[in-house]
Nanobody
Framework: VQLQASGGGLVQAGGSLRLSCAASGRTFSSRDMAWFRQAPGKEREFVTSIAYGGYGSAYADSVKGRFTISRDNAKKMVYLLMSSLKPEDTAVYFC??????????????????WGQGTQVTVSS
């Protein structure tokens, strides 16, 4: 599985940005997907996840009500719509995928495949 994240950039506080993650492979529709982020000097942290069928999602408290994850299994794409952005959202954002059938969980070790990351910078 290969993951390619895109859509990052520089945006003012209060603005919006949509990240995309393109996946390769034949089992995309069977994989839970997630976005993580890592700010300079900090550990990588969970942002949001979506179940393989798109029927369930989870969000970190820090982004609830502002970020929305979605997926298009036919296109093998995952999206992250980020609104009301804050300077503290500045980080490299990574998309991640689980092996099919893996146990529930949203820590870094629960995900098996990672994209290269895309930089999001929110100016105040």
């Amino acid at each position: 599985v290969q993951l390619q994240a895109s859509g990052g950039g520089l945006v003012q506080a209060g603005g919006s940005l949509r990240l995309s993650c393109a996946a390769s492979g034949r089992t995309f529709s069977s994989r839970d997907m997630a976005w993580f982020r890592q700010a300079p000097g900090k550990e990588r942290e969970f942002v949001t996840s979506i179940a393989y069928g798109g029927y369930g999602s989870a969000y970190a408290d820090s982004v609830k009500g502002r970020f929305t994850i979605s997926r298009d299994n036919a296109k093998k794409m995952v999206y992250l719509l980020m609104s009301s952005l804050k300077p503290e959202d500045t980080a490299v954002y990574f998309c991640a995928a689980k092996r099919p059938g893996k146990r529930p969980g949203n820590s870094v070790v629960d995900y098996d495949y990672w994209g290269q990351g895309t930089q999001v910078t929110v100016s105040s």
